[in-house]
């Protein structure tokens, strides 16, 4: 459950592009995984959740995919707007954990050029 | 705002002082976690309480860090003879029950001189 991380530290975009950040995992008892965006000097704000037993779950602009085969989680921004720069870290948690803590990878930096 | 709060922001003390932080968590939240997090990496778990009963520790937090929460509601989390390894970015989250979303405070970041 300690090894999540991400396959990029970076990541630059155009605004209006879509972006994807990857993050890989290796604890195949981990059900349940997060993405948070973190600003500068801001604490990790939640953007989106999946369980282990969905493939794909979508919100406002975001849309977060999971393959279990190959321990492989993806973050997709739609039209990808300047506020949207920012470190992107995902974070899971055991199955059937009743501790809720969460193991967070290094993180990819967004960076959204105008 | 009904998010999770933290006090103070911003820390900076010398070496061997003791500080302490407090967090209030989302109203009717009865988990609370506390995290670290040091520059270019993502936050490590500290230790977690359920109500008033703390539940876990991290073999992170030694024997110079307490936390409490005494009332099931906001907590403290005390450092006492602080080190420069200790200068980080400490997060506090709450969540309602387990397995279920986690929300973060913005954080007091520390300075130890």
């Known amino acids: 459950g300690e090894s999540v991380g991400l396959h990029l530290p970076t990541l630059s975009v155009q605004e209006g592009d879509n972006s994807i950040i990857n993050c890989a995992y290796s604890?195949?008892?981990?059900?349940?995984f997060i993405w948070y965006k973190q600003e500068s000097g801001k604490g990790p704000q939640f953007i989106i959740d999946i369980r282990s037993n969905m493939d794909k779950r979508q919100g406002q602009r975001v849309t977060v995919l999971l393959n279990k085969t190959v321990k492989h989680l993806s973050l997709q921004i739609a039209a990808t707007q300047p506020g949207d720069s920012a470190v992107y870290f995902c974070?899971?948690?055991?199955?059937?954990?009743?501790?809720?803590?969460?193991?967070f990878g290094r993180g990819t930096q967004l960076t959204v050029w105008p | 705002d009904t998010g999770v709060s933290q006090d103070p922001r911003h820390k900076i003390t010398k070496r061997g002082q003791n500080v302490t932080f407090r967090c209030d968590p989302i109203s009717e939240h009865n988990r609370l976690y506390w995290y670290r997090q040091t520059l270019g990496q993502g936050p490590e778990f500290l230790t977690y309480?359920?109500?008033?009963?703390?539940?876990?520790k991290s073999r992170l937090l030694s024997d110079r860090f307490s936390a409490e929460r005494p009332k099931g509601s906001f907590s403290t989390l005390e450092i006492q003879r602080t080190e420069q390894g200790d200068s980080a970015m400490y997060l506090c989250?709450?969540?309602?029950?387990?397995?279920?979303?986690?929300?973060f405070g913005p954080g007091t970041r520390l300075l130890v001189l």
């Open positions: 604890n195949s008892a981990s059900d349940y």
């Open positions: 309480f359920q109500n008033e009963a703390q539940l876990e």
């Open positions: 989250a709450s969540s309602l029950g387990s397995a279920t979303t986690q929300y």
């Open positions: 974070a899971e948690n055991e199955r059937g954990s009743t501790l809720g803590r969460l193991y």
